[in-house]
């Protein structure tokens, strides 16, 4: 139990593009996603908190018009990265708390997104 | 503020090999500490953790002991396989609970 899938795997989209990234928690509800960021050979970073019927926590340096974030459902959290540029290629990946967990260790992490801006 | 300082990889073994990989941190307090791994083509999982100083996480043969007065929390292998070439990752959460993570480090394993 407790997997997570992300959709698309990978993308490549022309710069100016929107691009939405789906992220899905299988066989649990989640209440709270995660939205990282990871770039080559680096750590993931966060980039903001996703709540299932609020707003997202966006951390210090993401912008918020650039990265929407909704989390519409307690399975479901997308973001859209609106008017892509080349320099926000990178790897997306999204983990989800188990509703009821009270330690933010208990995430479940997606395989990921790999966005291309040509 | 909280960060995590992890061995830089690659890291290249022969199978059933002896693995250290190194991990220290600062952190307000004593937060509980984490290793993940991303073996390829999947998520992240968590490995092991420890809550609190001197504690022993364990999982897969892997070992980690949360060391308060060296701030470290190493990850150990006695005999390493194939199946263990992956990406681990040093991970304390913050004081907000908010997971750091390690910049990782890619092991691999010769047959």
């Known amino acids: 139990g407790a997997v997570v899938s992300q959709h698309p795997s990978w993308v490549i989209c022309k710069s100016g593009t929107s691009v939405k990234i789906e992220c899905r928690s299988l066989d649990f509800q989640a209440t709270t996603m995660f939205w990282y960021r990871q770039f080559p050979k680096q750590s993931l970073m966060l980039m903001a908190t996703?709540?299932?019927?609020?707003?997202?926590?966006?951390e210090q340096g993401v912008e918020k018009d650039k990265f929407l974030i909704n989390h519409a459902s307690l399975t479901l959290s997308t973001l859209t990265v609106t008017s892509a540029h080349p320099e926000d290629s990178s790897f997306y990946i999204c983990?989800?708390?188990?509703?009821?967990?009270?330690?933010?260790?208990?995430?479940?992490f997606g395989p990921g997104t790999r966005l291309t801006v040509l | 503020g909280d960060s995590v300082t992890q061995m830089e990889g690659p890291v290249t073994l022969s199978e059933e090999a002896f693995l250290t990989i190194n991990c220290t941190y600062t952190a307000t307090g004593y937060p509980s500490l984490f290793w993940y791994v991303q073996y390829p083509g999947e998520g992240l999982q968590l490995l092991l953790k420890a809550t609190k100083a001197d504690d022993k996480g364990s999982n897969k043969g892997f070992e980690a002991t949360y060391r308060k007065e060296t701030t470290s929390f190493h990850l150990e292998k006695g005999s390493v396989q194939v199946s263990d070439s992956a990406v681990y990752f040093c991970a304390p959460p913050n004081r907000d609970d908010k997971i750091i993570f390690g910049k990782g480090t890619r092991l691999h394993i010769l047959p």
């Open positions: 996703s709540n299932e019927g609020s707003k997202a926590t966006y």
């Open positions: 983990s989800a708390e188990r509703t009821g967990t009270r330690r933010r260790h208990t995430q479940y």
